[in-house]
Every structure is written in C-alpha cells, then in structure tokens.
C-alpha cells in the first residue's frame, strides 16, 4: 500500500513539473510575441504621425506657394535670390611614391 502511494505521488509530481514547464514556455512565447507586436505598433504609431505631419504641411497655402515659386524660380517682391554653385570634387594630388628604406637611408647621409 506504501509503495502504490509513493508511485502514486510521483506521477502527479511529475505531471504538474511537465505542466509548469509546458505553461513557463507558452508563457515566453506570449511575451516574445506582445513584445514584436509592441514594437511593430510603435513604429506604426510614428509613421502614422509623421504622414499627418506632411498631410498637413501639404495642404498648407503658404507651403504649396513656397512649391510653386520653387519650381518656377520666382521670386516674391522684396526676396533675393542667392545662387550657390554645386560643390566640385577638388583633385587628390599624387602621392610621392614611398621609397624603400635602404634608399631613404641613403638619402638620409648621401644627399642633401
């Protein structure tokens, strides 16, 4: 009677050790989820923003006016116009070919 106790015992120690270990892994599981799935909202959440931002900065007059005169290059009473060039890529100079050290030694006691 003793020993169908004992075995009796461990089976249902053994079940609720596998059923906490199968709930600490679904439970992971769920979290790892609500976490991509936070993520994922915020950055929605930001775009969402920043698209209403330009939906408004669109339907501005004074920035559809700014557009125009931009493309058309006009300029309103009283504005100056300020030309800069586009920047040009200035050349490298060559570099000196390195010498080997032996020569550089030479030139350090032969020549001047």
């Known amino acids: 009677m003793e ?11 053994l079940f609720l050790f596998f059923s906490l270990s199968k709930n600490i ?3 992971k599981k769920t979290t790892s989820f609500y976490e991509s799935f936070k993520k994922e909202y915020e ?13 408004l900065k669109n339907n501005d ?9 931009d493309k ?3 300029l309103k009473d009283g504005e100056i116009a300020v030309i800069i060039p586009k920047p040009t890529r200035t050349p490298t100079p ?4 390195v010498l080997a ?3 550089q030694w030479l030139q350090v006691f032969f020549r001047q």
Do not use: A, M, W
């Not at 950055?43 to 939906?55: A, G, P, R």
């Open 101 to 103: 050290v032996y020569q």
């Open 43 to 55: 950055k929605e959440k930001k775009d969402n923003i920043s698209l209403k931002t330009e939906i």
């Open 25 to 27: 892994f679904d439970y």
């Open 61 to 69: 007059v004074n920035e559809q006016e700014k557009i125009i005169r």
């Open 72 to 74: 058309l290059n006009l």
């Open 94 to 97: 060559p570099k000196k070919p």
């Open 3 to 13: 020993r169908v106790r004992k075995v009796f015992i461990g089976i249902i120690v």
